[in-house]
């Protein structure tokens, strides 16, 4: 029997034109699907202590105090990734195994069977689809009340690079910036980069990951403005461990500063 959890809409009545999203932020593995992985439960945790995007609910809650919705994704990336093209043809990481589908894992090693088309369809149509739709229709109701909005996607990344990854020898700061080239006004790099840096942080620009995501419903609507942070984890927790540290309260604080901003500019 499926049990799919639905995405989560926190503060579904925002003050600021802002809409959080949070695709990687669940380790959830519905049990209707664990089959499908070929790897024990020990590899499967320690897959997601590399890769899950953890604790951004609290990291990035200074966005939903200051008055932003937030869209969240509750089942793992593994299971299912909303922020890769539901058409394999159009998305870079389907040759390392990490499309929408995950079949390989951090390491570039097989975890999970073939599926058939009829078992990705499905998954498709229970967790990609409704995740898309939900933010969708967030980033309209925020157009509906105030005229614009901006996307604020929301990540964290680990502190080493993974096999995996497209760009492993680039520079691995604190914070990096992902932009697109008609949805990301000048003023928000700007903005994040004098904060960043008037906090103490590092900051890169596109490396080691690059881009914003954009609903596809209002992509080339500029009335939509996005961009991308990564936080790398050691900034606010220990990654062997997956517990904060001390660094968290840091960090919320340069947030809750780029949040004011944008409720100034946005």
């Known amino acids: 029997m499926k049990n799919v959890p639905e995405p989560s809409i926190i503060n579904p009545h925002p003050k600021l034109p802002v809409v959080v999203n ?11 699907l664990r089959d499908q992985f070929c790897v024990s439960d020990e590899e499967l945790v320690e897959e997601q ?3 899950v995007d953890w604790f951004v609910d609290d990291l990035y809650s200074p966005f939903i105090d200051a008055g932003a919705t937030a869209v969240k994704h509750n089942v793992s990336r593994f299971v299912c990734d909303p922020e890769r093209f539901e ?21 570039r090693q097989r975890i999970r069977r073939d599926i058939s ?3 990705r369809e499905s998954i498709l149509a229970d967790l990609y689809r409704p995740y898309h739709a939900a933010f ?11 005229g614009r909005c901006i996307v604020v996607d929301s990540h964290s ?18 914070l990096v910036f992902g932009d697109d ?11 994040v980069l004098r904060l960043s840096h008037q906090a103490g942080y590092s900051f890169g620009v596109n490396r080691p990951f690059a881009g914003t995501v954009v609903p596809l419903a209002f992509y080339g609507d500029t009335r939509v403005s996005s961009f991308m942070l990564e936080i790398n984890r050691r900034t606010y927790m220990n990654e062997q461990t997956t517990t904060l540290h001390e660094g968290l309260s840091r960090m919320k604080a340069l947030l809750g500063e780029i949040a004011f901003c944008l409720s100034q500019r946005g």
Do not use: N
């Open 22 to 32: 949070l695709p990687h932020a669940s380790s959830c593995i519905p049990v209707h």
């Open 87 to 107: 058409d394999d043809a159009k998305e870079c990481m389907f040759e390392r195994g990490m499309g929408v589908v995950y079949s390989h894992g951090t390491e």
């Open 49 to 51: 202590r590399k890769l």
């Open 117 to 119: 088309p009829q078992e």
């Open 136 to 146: 969708t229709d967030q980033v309209r109701k925020v157009l509906d009340a105030f």
């Open 181 to 191: 080239s008609i949805h990301t006004p000048a003023w928000i790099h700007d903005e």
């Open 157 to 174: 990344y680990q502190e080493f690079a993974l096999p995996y990854e497209l760009y492993p020898d680039a520079p691995r700061p604190d």
